[in-house]
């Protein structure tokens, strides 16, 4: 999503190590139970209920799995569209040119396979910060995509439980963040080289669907900007990435 600045709910100690992904993910939990007791409280001894792997898109259910295969899809067609004299352009994210929000979603893809896999956050320790990117972006983010995307594809991936710092999390919960987190930076880069900027409608519908029950959450926590305002005939995408905080 956009760079936000360090959600107040977030103790820098469980926080501060985390790639922005998890930052996120981290903000927007504890958000969703803001106000509770602590024994209410989730706690990393705490397995959440399983995860139905499916959210309902446009015509029926999609799985996670294809749901995030198909967001790195449209993230991938831009990535391939990056002409040489782009990777400095400035793109809808504040501070982040071409370069860095392709490092940003390649960093999100290597911390998925261990993860997925079981590690923590202590056990992958500072093997993805900074540049990921190196003397050939394109490769390394095709390397780094695809290997997500097997992660995510593997038996079980799902209904795992991907231990962060501040406790279990669904992996099939994490696994729809990335998706949405996909998507929308597929736009951002579509409007920072100029190319397409259509995105599957069905991806579009599916997301609005699974961020209904977390905008506001996100928006508490300060992780994405306030909706500008859109024209009444908005169609989805356009208010779809307005939750998002975009102007498209």
Known sequence: MMMPAEPASVPSNQAGSLPDHLR???????????????EDKPHAATRPP?????????????DIPA???????????????????????????ED???RDLVNHVTGEDLW????????????????FEGDVL???????????SAEAVRAVEADGAMDRIVHLSFGDFPGGEYT???????LIHAWDLARAIGSDEHLDEELVTSCAAWFDATEEAYRSAGVIAARPPVPGDADAQTLLLARFGRRA
């Open 24 to 38: 996120l993910a981290v903000a927007a939990y504890l958000a969703r139970f803001k106000g509770s007791s602590r």
């Open 50 to 62: 399983k995860l139905v792997a499916d959210v309902q898109g446009q015509g029926g259910h999609m």
């Open 67 to 93: 749901m995030f295969g198909r967001a790195v899809a449209e993230f991938d067609a831009r990535v391939r569209q990056i002409g040489g004299h782009q990777w400095r352009a400035a793109t809808p994210n």
């Open 96 to 98: 982040w040119c071409v």
């Open 112 to 127: 998925a396979p261990p993860l997925l896999a079981g590690a923590t956050i202590a056990e992958v320790g500072d093997r």
């Open 134 to 144: 190196g003397s050939d972006p394109t490769e390394a983010w095709t390397v780094a």
């Open 176 to 182: 729809l963040q990335l998706f949405a987190d996909h």
